[in-house]
């Protein structure tokens, strides 16, 4: 449907303005993503760092679906409109290396496209010249951002990057996993918006929910094009470098954000089999919401939770390719809504990272039952040996007696190649054991 609406709007001379109430702004740039976990100057996240994105905000219905035309290629790229809470539409490419941004996104005039049915489309220029990312910022009291007491203000303070000047945009906004909680203005010139100038923005009182770990990021865009031909509207181009990092504040309950524990298969397993099941492993539970990024899936992956919340599972609906190595990022640092968090809305920090090497070959679904050896003794403990299909979890389990029911899984583990080894106090020998393979 994209491709037959991009050729008309080609055909079509724009001869009409959008109405004022159509677009509030629209963006175009290139950035890169950082982190700040301490008091240290941000670092530059290790996978995929780089950012081509394009926004278009507060869209009515008469202007969407909205596409950008590139420059040199003439290439057009659809923007989406994902439900946000508010009506924006954008695209974003993360990119490995700044060759590749550069060459994929290249200098020149970027031109918005937006509809206007039924009268003709209209379209916008937005200049994006050559140019380098600004100094990333750092937060200057970020130990004082651990422990907020959120029934006061709280002023964030950030060092001044060299060069900042006033027609510059630092953007700042809190993330929880339900969604955004407190946000300055993304729209040059707006009263709340911050200038590059800046360096710090007021939380007022009461905004931060209290006992909470949530997510800052904290942006600063150098513009280098505007345009403010559209009424009420302003668009701009820029080079941007956005740091997020934790902010916690005081009360009772738990507020220890959640982490990733451990991947089935392990990180750094080979020949994983292509229709393993891809497991993340939380270290409690999880509220069941999830944002996450793939780069190398060729075909639909579903999610899903366990059903005590503490493991994400991705299968595909065919066998992941063979000999590839997918890339999955949960609550990836570009995307600003952080489904992920736990059950008291703890946000788990951008983006923990799985790598799965895929072989050959596959588990298939009938799942032979494992062999056990019979305890081992030494010292005051058993060892006890398992045996059956590689890239499965193993479980032990200890009854009084035997028979169907009594029985209570004392460990599990994974293995990957088909062997999973238990120990247990020479003292719970009393009883017997058995072995489960988990699908």
């Known amino acids: ?115 206007q049915w039924p009268r003709p489309p209209t379209n916008f220029d937005l200049n994006f010249p050559s140019d380098t990312f600004p100094p990333p910022l750092r937060v ?46 993304s729209i040059l010139g707006r009263g709340n918006a911050l200038s590059g100038m800046e360096t710090s923005v007021l939380i007022p009182a009461n905004t931060l929910p209290r006992a909470r770990t949530l997510v800052g990021l904290l942006t600063y865009t150098r513009v280098v094009g505007t345009n403010y031909s559209h009424s009420d509207a302003a668009g701009y181009s820029g080079w941007f470098s956005q740091t997020d990092f934790p902010i916690r504040t005081l009360g009772s309950g738990d507020s220890e954000p959640p982490v990733v524990v451990s991947t089935e298969p392990p990180q750094g397993a080979a020949n994983i089999p292509q229709d393993a099941p891809l497991r993340f492993i939380f270290n409690k539970p999880m509220r069941g919401g999830s944002t996450y990024m793939s780069v190398g899936f060729t075909n639909w992956v579903s999610s899903s939770f366990s059903a005590d919340k503490r493991v994400f599972t991705l299968t595909g609906t065919n066998l992941w390719k063979a000999n590839s190595a997918p890339l999955v990022l949960l609550n990836p640092a570009h995307h600003s809504f952080f489904y992920f968090g736990d059950l008291n809305g703890n946000v788990l920090l951008p983006e923990p990272m799985g790598i799965f090497n895929i072989g050959t070959g596959t588990l298939g679904t009938n799942i032979p039952a494992p062999l056990i050896d019979p305890p081992a003794t030494a010292g005051t403990n058993l060892t006890i040996a398992v045996h059956g299909q590689s890239f499965r979890r193993y479980g032990l389990e200890r009854g009084s007696k035997l028979g169907t029911a009594g029985w209570t899984e004392v460990q599990s583990t994974y293995s990957t190649n088909g062997t999973a080894r238990f120990i247990e106090p020479a003292s719970a020998s009393n009883g017997f054991y058995r072995a489960t393979i988990r699908p």
Not at 16 to 38: E, H, I, M, N, P
Not at 176 to 185: L, R
């Open 1 to 115: 449907m994209f491709g037959r609406l991009s050729i008309a709007l080609c055909l079509i001379s724009s001869g009409f303005t959008a109405l004022a109430a159509d677009v509030s702004t629209f963006y175009v740039g290139k950035g890169q993503l950082l982190f700040q976990r301490s008091t240290n100057i941000p670092s530059q996240y290790p996978s995929l760092p780089f950012l081509f994105r394009a926004q278009a905000f507060d869209l009515s219905n008469s202007a969407s679906p909205v596409s950008l035309e590139l420059p040199v290629t003439h290439l057009r790229i659809a923007l989406f409109d994902p439900s946000y809470p508010w009506p924006m539409w954008h695209f974003d490419d993360r990119i490995a290396s700044i060759s590749s941004l550069n060459n994929n996104y290249r200098s020149g005039t970027y031109n918005f496209w937006f509809n």
């Open 140 to 185: 200057s009291n970020f130990s004082e951002a651990q422990s907020i007491d959120s029934s006061n203000d709280f002023t964030l303070t950030w060092d001044g990057p060299a060069g900042a000047r006033a027609m510059d945009l630092i953007t700042f906004s809190v993330e929880s996993s339900t969604g955004t909680v407190f946000s300055t203005s």
